[in-house]
């Protein structure tokens, strides 16, 4: 039987720990999840205590010498942190703070090659990344994504804080930002993660329009991408179910990284 691939996870929030649970009960035959980081240490702790075999709690500066795989699910500020760190050396790592890869991905592509590493990108929230993933093997015209989401997790980002915008009272839909790609990761670091892997897929960040809509009606993330090119014309929409442990995050998050991690994994590969 060959050697288990060793997982670590950085980050043991909502989503990375469901994702170290899944782990261990799906993939269990073919992953050895054997690294917990977190910079609340106690948290990393708690959710090892609650696995069977207890993963390490190590420092993120420790975590790549013990795994062939990193899954960062943190922050944009511990994705800058842990994917170069990985790549330098020779690890494998997949980044679900997308939005943290803007400023660094030439970086870190660079690296990746050098290396003979890998960096993975999830789908997340959003589906629709492989039709783009091929129409860019032509011509791509245009590529804009319109994102709906509940006011109550927008009031701490950023740009409605530098804005002082009053997102409570709204009477009807209303559009809070509009913008490229790279301008709407700055503004919402934590919201917009989906822009950023649409960015990444397509063309660039400076040529992705991002749209962010909020009212009080929406009462979950919603979703639509357009692409237009040589190929035609592609629309696709997402109405994510929120996360059972974290109600800002949507489900489709947690099971797109499962689906990556099973693709590494699998022989057999689909899709583009």
């Given at each position: 039987?060959?050697?288990?691939?060793?997982?670590?996870?950085?980050?043991?929030?909502?989503?990375?720990?469901?994702?170290?649970?899944?782990?261990?009960?799906?993939?269990?035959?073919?992953?050895?999840?054997?690294?917990?980081?977190?910079?609340?240490?106690?948290?990393?702790?708690?959710?090892?205590?609650?696995?069977?075999?207890?993963?390490?709690?190590?420092p993120l500066e420790s975590v790549?010498?013990?795994?062939?795989?990193?899954?960062?699910?943190?922050?944009?500020?511990?994705?800058?942190?842990?994917?170069?760190?990985?790549?330098?050396?020779?690890?494998?790592?997949?980044?679900?703070?997308?939005?943290?890869?803007?400023?660094?991905?030439?970086?870190?592509?660079?690296?990746?090659?050098?290396?003979?590493?890998?960096?993975?990108?999830?789908?997340?929230?959003?589906?629709?990344?492989?039709?783009?993933?091929?129409?860019?093997?032509?011509?791509?015209?245009?590529?804009?994504?319109?994102?709906?989401?509940?006011?109550?997790?927008?009031?701490?980002?950023?740009?409605?804080?530098?804005?002082?915008?009053?997102?409570?009272?709204?009477?009807?839909?209303?559009?809070?930002?509009?913008?490229?790609?790279?301008e709407a990761v700055k503004a919402?670091?934590?919201?917009?993660?989906?822009?950023?892997?649409?960015?990444?897929?397509?063309?660039?960040?400076?040529?992705?329009?991002?749209?962010?809509?909020?009212?009080?009606?929406?009462?979950?993330?919603?979703?639509?991408?357009?692409?237009?090119?040589?190929?035609?014309?592609?629309?696709?929409?997402?109405?994510?179910?929120?996360?059972?442990?974290?109600?800002?995050?949507?489900?489709?998050?947690?099971?797109?990284?499962?689906?990556?991690?099973?693709?590494?994994?699998?022989?057999?590969?689909?899709?583009?």
């Amino acid at each position: 039987m060959p050697d288990l691939k060793r997982v670590g996870i950085v980050g043991c929030g909502a989503i990375g720990s469901q994702l170290a649970h899944s782990i261990q009960m799906y993939f269990k035959d073919r992953v050895r999840l054997i690294v917990l980081c977190d910079r609340h240490t106690e948290r990393a702790q708690t959710l090892s205590n609650e696995l069977n075999p207890h993963p390490d709690v190590l420092p993120l500066e420790s975590v790549p010498f013990h795994c062939d795989l990193v899954i960062e699910c943190a922050s944009p500020a511990a994705c800058q942190q842990i994917v170069p760190k990985a790549l330098e050396m020779g690890r494998d790592v997949m980044a679900l703070s997308v939005g943290g890869l803007v400023e660094i991905y030439e970086q870190v592509y660079e690296l990746a090659k050098k290396k003979n590493a890998r960096l993975y990108v999830p789908s997340g929230a959003i589906a629709g990344i492989d039709g783009l993933q091929a129409a860019m093997t032509s011509e791509v015209t245009s590529v804009c994504l319109t994102t709906r989401k509940p006011a109550a997790s927008l009031v701490e980002a950023p740009y409605v804080k530098e804005k002082n915008l009053d997102l409570s009272n709204l009477t009807k839909e209303t559009v809070v930002f509009d913008g490229t790609a790279r301008e709407a990761v700055k503004a919402f670091p934590f919201n917009v993660n989906v822009a950023a892997t649409l960015s990444l897929a397509g063309v660039g960040f400076d040529k992705t329009r991002v749209r962010l809509l909020t009212g009080p009606n929406i009462t979950c993330n919603i979703h639509e991408v357009e692409i237009v090119g040589a190929f035609g014309r592609m629309t696709c929409r997402t109405e994510n179910v929120p996360s059972p442990a974290n109600p800002k995050t949507s489900y489709l998050t947690l099971l797109s990284t499962c689906a990556m991690l099973n693709e590494i994994l699998c022989p057999v590969q689909l899709g583009t």
